[in-house]
């Protein structure tokens, strides 16, 4: 009995040596289109898809497989006899082989804008084929990956056949490329019709690396990367030594350099448990900015994430390695540096594009039973349209403080307060359930005089009293979004300290 494999791919990769080894064991190779030629060009023997129909390509290809000759010979399953009997009456030849993979429909969309060469990219044959061979495993070894071409070629020569655990993975292999080919056109659809909240939710991410454990180590984990992420997104970070990335690393991580790209002067961000434990800046040096983020909370920098959105020198990596942290994260290190860091054999060194440009995205959430779905935090502010609600007036050089602490508490759990300088946090007080105690965690915490310091809190004051613990310790002028029903209240408590107070009319709030 013959034995037959289909093949038509867009993804030419290793189709020709797997055609030529096909060839080999036996297999009479049916084939279309481009498919056809590269096949024929390398010296294979191919027959056309159409010589088995007796029915041309038409529609410029639209239109070529789709046809009982074909679908019956993926279709038959061949355990039951009707099934072999009704194909014999019929003429089919059953395929053992599909080999298949999709036009490049998300390649097409992200190289051009021109709705008919996208649309003319939607395979309508191919995830056709992949469906019928998947469904009919027990019968079919339907291949989409060039990964798995050795795999089939080695069970045949090695059994005479693909095994069943094989087919079986192949199908899953197949129906998850045709859901991930549907996700893409139902996106592309939704975008052009300006569609921000779909009634169904298709989302897809690939497997980028199992992990040890989660949060805690009872925890199973894993990392999944989005198919188009950016080159300055976590997927596209190089380790450069140490251990392996722990899920509680990519977490604070994530969260260290999403603060760390609110600045365009060096910049230095410390992360623990989501939240900044330390931030400073610097005009020039990113050693003072490093210096000025650590002073913040010694104790709470151990075993912290560093961030910093300029290449570390050695100088920078000697302060560094004086404590112990987890992760130090960083544009470039020199080779200098890397010698510094080298000595600390655990710690991971990770090299990821990092710039303050904005970008909206979807932050997603998951709960009992759904998800939840909201734009990312990453609204443009124009100091122009902040207001001064008290009689004080902050400065020019008070001004650019409440601005540092504004990008600051922002990247606080809520309940957030910090106390800042113009470059440097103070003290910072994180998810607390009362605004006050909020404020004197922030104080407790605090490791400089906060005399003439600024705070920032990253929702309205709903009492004075904030205000009055502020005062005690001397804080010249606060930052916040205002709206309380109690506004006048609070502003009235600044007025009384001499304290200047103004409103941005935006929260942040952070769970």
Not at 240 to 249: D, I, R, T, V
Not at 386 to 403: C, H, N, Q, S, Y
Not at 409 to 428: D, P, Q, R, W, Y
Request: hydrophobic residues 40%.
């Amino acid at each position: 009995m013959k034995r037959f494999a289909l093949i038509s791919v867009s993804d030419k990769t290793g189709i020709v040596d797997f055609g030529k080894q096909l060839e080999a064991l036996g297999f009479t190779i049916v084939s279309s289109g481009g498919t056809y030629r590269v096949l024929k060009e390398n010296g294979l023997n191919p027959i056309r898809v159409s010589e088995i129909t007796g029915f041309p390509e038409i529609l410029e290809g639209r239109v070529t497989t789709l046809h009982p000759k074909i679908h019956g010979g993926i279709l038959a399953d061949l355990r039951k006899e009707e099934h072999k009997k009704e194909i014999e009456e019929h003429g089919i030849n059953p395929f053992e082989i599909v080999c298949v993979n999709l036009y490049p429909f998300k390649e097409t969309v992200a190289k051009t804008d021109d709705e008919d060469t996208i649309i003319e990219n939607i395979d309508i044959g191919g995830p056709t084929l992949l469906r019928a061979s998947a469904k009919n495993f027990h019968s079919v070894a339907v291949v989409v990956d060039p990964d798995d071409y050795g795999k089939v070629v080695e069970e045949i020569k090695k059994d005479g056949k693909v095994s069943l655990e094989l087919r079986k993975t192949l199908a899953y292999k197949a129906f998850s490329h045709t859901a991930s080919y549907d996700i893409a056109i139902s996106s592309f659809f939704g975008k052009s019709l300006g569609i921000k909240f779909p009634k169904s939710l298709f989302l897809e991410f690939n497997l980028e690396a199992t992990l040890r454990y989660g949060e805690n180590p009872h925890q199973d984990a894993a990392f999944y990367r989005e198919p188009d992420f950016r080159s300055d997104e976590l997927p596209a970070l190089k380790k450069l030594q140490g251990k392996e990335l722990s899920y509680n690393n990519l977490m604070d991580s994530d969260a260290a350099i999403e603060m760390v790209r609110e600045f365009e002067e060096p910049a230095c961000v410390i992360v623990k448990h989501a939240n900044p434990c330390g931030i400073g800046r610097d005009g020039e040096s990113l050693v003072e900015a490093f210096k000025r983020a650590h002073s913040t909370d010694p104790m709470s920098a151990f075993g912290g994430i560093i961030a910093l959105n300029r290449e570390v020198d050695e100088e920078l990596a000697s302060f560094i390695t004086k404590n112990f942290c987890e992760v130090v994260i960083a544009p470039s290190f020199t080779e200098g540096a890397r010698q510094v860091f080298s000595k600390k054999k655990n710690l991971r060194l990770i090299e990821l594009p990092i710039n303050s440009e904005k970008y909206p995205y979807f932050s997603l959430k998951r709960v009992r039973g759904g998800i939840l779905l909201q734009d990312a935090d990453t609204i443009e502010e124009n100091r122009k349209d902040w207001k001064i609600v008290t009689k004080a007036k902050p400065d020019e050089e008070t001004m650019r403080a409440l601005e540092f602490a504004w990008k600051v508490v922002k990247h606080v759990k809520s309940n957030a307060i910090v106390f800042c300088k113009e470059n440097e946090t103070l003290g910072i007080g994180a998810g607390q359930m009362s605004r006050v105690d909020s404020v004197k965690i922030a104080v407790m915490k605090a490791n400089k005089d906060l005399k003439g310091s600024v705070l920032a809190s990253d929702a309205f004051f709903p009492f004075r009293d904030s205000i009055d613990e502020a005062a005690k310790i001397g804080v010249k002028a606060i930052i916040q979004p205002g709206g309380s029903i109690r506004d006048k209240e609070v502003i009235e408590a600044a007025d009384e300290h001499g304290i200047a107070m103004v409103f941005t009319g935006i929260r942040h709030f952070r769970h």
